[in-house]
């Protein structure tokens, strides 16, 4: 199973004095140094953490595979066929949200997925989509031409030990009807170092994305070893 380390907070540490530092291609370099096979970030619409100047270095930098999380719009889609990264995954966003909340609703914006996703293949650009655990929603990325689906494991990591187990079986059974629908499936959202241990059981599943809990790691460790102990793991 691969690891995709996801950066944005190194930028919203940054963020939060308005400095020069921490550099986000630094961090992600030193991941990829450490066992790495991707690096993420959310490009959101009001710039929050990432900016447009980190995804330039990080498309120069990055040799694994340069991953940008964006919403369905025209602004992202301009962004995504002047910068080319190895894949976009998309994402549903609101202004006011701290992080990610759910996924997006394929069902429901189908027709604007599907122009999106035929933007991204004009350039030459990976789609994947960021969606809960849900067999409608796997089937319609499917439907639109999506690539790859990250199953968001954000209810899994919050539920309670009496919850686990059920929402655990909804990723397992999401992950495998995208495996027969010949999607690479992908997961990530809320995982850290003691409950990825059953999600990187799930053979379907063939690359994490995890960005938190290897940065709060990273702050007092260092991003080499937090990125090697999560590699470890998987």
Known sequence: MRLAVNIDHIATLREARKAREPEPVAAALIAEMAGAQGITVHLRSDRRHIK?????LLRQAVAT??????????????????LHPDQVTLVPERPQELTTEGGLDVVLHAAAVEDFVQQMHQG???????????????????????????INTGRYA??????????????????????RLDLEVLAGHGLNYTNVIA???????????????IV???????????VRDMVTLL
């Open 65 to 82: 595979k340069l991953n940008v999380e964006m919403a369905v719009t025209a602004d992202m889609a301009r962004v995504a066929l002047e």
């Open 158 to 179: 919050e539920a309670s030990v009496e919850s686990t187990a059920g929402e655990l079986a909804r990723i397992v059974e999401a992950a495998r009807l995208g495996a």
């Open 124 to 150: 030459g650009i990976r789609v994947s989509i960021f969606l809960d655990p849900d067999g409608d929603q796997v089937g319609k990325a499917n439907a639109v031409g999506a690539d790859a689906v990250e």
């Open 199 to 213: 999600i990187a059981g799930i053979p379907e599943i063939v690359e994490l994305n995890i960005g938190h809990s």
């Open 216 to 226: 709060a790691r990273a702050a007092l460790v260092g991003m080499e070893r937090a």
């Open 52 to 56: 447009e100047r980190d995804l330039q």
